[in-house]
């Protein structure tokens, strides 16, 4: 009984997620992802230290987290 109803929403997941997979949403065909990469607009300021280090910053005032990465 068990390893039946497990077969049976197996079998029904699978064609669910065909369905799904097989339909992109309206959205992402609507414009070329080029253009929407183009679209976005994120203000940054950049330069370089007297030791040679590459600063970028791009203030994002929405939540209080500080990213860091070397």
């Known amino acids: 009984m068990y ?3 497990v077969g049976a929403l197996m079998a029904t997941l ?3 997620s065909s369905t799904v997979a ?4 309206p959205s992402v065909t609507a414009a070329p992802l080029a253009d929407l990469v ?3 607009d994120i ?7 007297p ?3 590459t600063v970028i910053v791009a203030p994002d005032r ?3 987290l500080v990213a860091v990465s070397v």
């Open 3 to 5: 390893r039946a109803f």
């Open 43 to 49: 203000p940054y300021s950049k330069f370089v230290l």
């Open 62 to 64: 929405k939540a209080p």
């Open 51 to 53: 030791n040679g280090l």
């Open 38 to 40: 183009r679209a976005v």
């Open 22 to 25: 097989a339909a992109p949403p």
């Open 14 to 16: 699978l064609s669910i």
